[in-house]
């Protein structure tokens, strides 16, 4: 159990892993009962009419209690409504970590109406999860209590590292940042990498600017904690000497006050789920190398925090980038996209076959497509349709938003190569993708995420709190394509 003073289990809570029974045990089963067809989930007239009696009519996310003779739970009926309604979208199995957190003690199985036990099993898994490093003993009972035994078909080892690296990601994300700075999520890098054989290097305070990190650095100069570029390296042990070679980038801002251009304090209180990117490329990483799939990975996290003291960046400074772009400072509230590009043209450097961009840049994505849908930009319409197909059907959507090129000119200087803001509040996530995409030159396929990085409320797939969006639908992606030979 972890304590106010230890930090973040880097890899897995263990009670991430006591959410299973056995798949022998004698459990109570959970059925799924659209609205309105309550006769054939319960044939018993009596049991029915139990379920009539408490009101349950099937809406989504109601749920009962059957009784038995002797006064047991004989079965469990969860309300699936009249369409297909899981969370946020999808399959209706999702609606089952709705209850995963609330029912009493003892093992549970997967009854009538469950389509997808895996997808059933993982909802299980994520609505389960809370947070508990400074709440460890909750008034209201301990949601590891109730356990879902597995149907034979559920690829356990696959559902443990999925539920292990979401949880993870959440954990980093819930931490305040009076308890982790640049240099714990450097930690959780390590631990992980050393779970899985990878290799890890740091480039910390000035050595960037030795280094040629000047962006990250400017950044990050003002706080007592370092700055960093964090870089890990990994391939499938065994795996194809011309596997793809992906790289995850991570935006690892972990507290965020603006800067000289400082956020009013309302925006400030959320501001520690900043590192928000980090934490989703760090769980996708996790998810890559646990489940082995065949790529070569490289993992880049621009880590710092965005302080305020006498030696901030300012506006109207200008920075020199890694790869040499000269760039005007409009808005030092718009820092995330400064540290990326140094960490980008590292990356592409290598020339990868893929680039993938994990951030929490952008309040206009947000009042676009609101706090659930991430915000996705791609030169790859079929990769696009593909992420957008596959998020809606397991439930952790994405939405394609264009990299229009007739506003590439809004980021045009007048005393540098380019600002890192447009003055206008139109198209400010288009904008900033632009940004991003001007420091990959090389790779083939580009994709950013603009994310949130937080449930606003609770939900069947998780409480309030930090959210590792869009890591599990790049995650079957990535899969998928390796099956494939791609």
């Not at 290097?201 to 650095?217: A, E, K, T, W, Y």
């Not at 790529?295 to 890694?322: C, T, Y």
């Not at 030092?332 to 893929?354: K, M, Q, W, Y």
């Not at 904008?431 to 409320?457: C, E, I, M, N, Q």
Request: neutral net charge; hydrophobic residues 45%.
């Amino acid at each position: 159990m972890t304590t106010p003073d230890s930090p973040p289990n880097p890899v897995a809570r263990p009670d991430a892993l006591e959410l299973f029974a056995q798949s022998d045990e004698a459990a109570i089963p959970i059925h799924l009962v659209p609205a309105g067809r309550l006769d054939e989930i319960l044939p018993d007239a009596a049991t029915r009419r139990w379920a009539e009696t408490t009101g349950f009519k099937g809406g989504a996310k109601a749920h009962v209690l059957l009784p038995s003779a002797t006064g047991d739970i004989a079965a469990v009926l969860l309300g699936a409504g009249s369409a297909p309604s899981g969370e946020p979208c999808g399959p209706s199995d999702l609606l089952l970590g709705h209850v995963a957190g609330s029912l009493p003690a003892g093992a549970y199985r997967l009854g009538r109406g469950f389509a997808q036990p895996e997808l059933a099993a993982m909802s299980w898994a994520l609505g389960a999860y809370r947070y508990r490093r400074y709440k460890p003993n909750p008034k209201n009972g301990d949601a590891k209590a109730a356990r879902l035994a597995l149907p034979p078909e559920v690829n356990r080892a696959r559902l443990d590292n999925t539920v292990e690296a979401v949880w993870l990601g959440r954990d980093l994300i819930n931490t305040p940042a009076s308890d982790l700075g640049p240099a714990e999520i450097e930690t959780a890098v390590r631990s992980v990498a050393a779970r899985h054989g990878a290799t890890v290097r740091s480039v910390v305070g000035d050595d960037l600017l030795l280094q040629n990190f000047p962006m990250i650095h400017a950044v990050g100069r003002a706080s007592p904690r370092p700055p960093r570029l964090i870089e890990l390296d990994w391939h499938k042990p065994g795996g194809r000497p011309n596997a793809p070679k992906i790289t995850l980038v991570g935006k690892g801002i972990t507290f965020d006050t603006g800067g000289l251009d400082i956020k009013p304090a309302s925006a400030m209180l959320i501001m520690k789920k900043d590192m928000g990117g980090a934490a989703v490329a760090l769980s996708i990483a996790h998810m890559i190398m646990g489940q082995e799939i065949d790529v070569r990975l490289k993992l880049l996290i621009a880590s710092a925090e965005n302080a305020i003291a006498g030696d901030a960046f300012r506006p109207g400074d200008v920075l020199r980038s890694r790869s040499g772009v000269t760039v005007e400072i409009g808005n030092t509230d718009a820092e995330g996209r400064l540290i990326l590009a140094d960490a980008l043209a590292l990356a592409d450097e290598s020339t990868p076959d893929s680039i993938f961009v994990f951030a929490t840049l952008t309040g206009a994505a947000r009042t676009a497509l609101g706090p659930d849908l991430p915000a996705l930009f791609t030169n790859d319409n079929a990769l696009a349709a593909r992420l957008q197909e596959i998020g809606e059907a397991i439930g952790d959507p994405v939405w394609r938003l264009p990299l229009w090129p007739g506003y590439d000119r809004n980021l045009d200087s007048d005393v540098a190569d380019m600002n890192n803001v447009w003055e206008s509040p139109f198209a400010g996530s288009i904008t900033a993708a632009l940004f991003l995409k001007r420091f990959v030159k090389s790779a083939a396929r580009f994709a950013h995420f603009d994310l949130y990085g937080w449930r606003p409320a609770g939900r069947p797939l998780g409480p309030r709190g930090g959210e590792v969006q869009t890591a599990r639908t790049v995650l079957e992606v990535l899969r998928r394509e390796s099956e494939a030979g791609a």
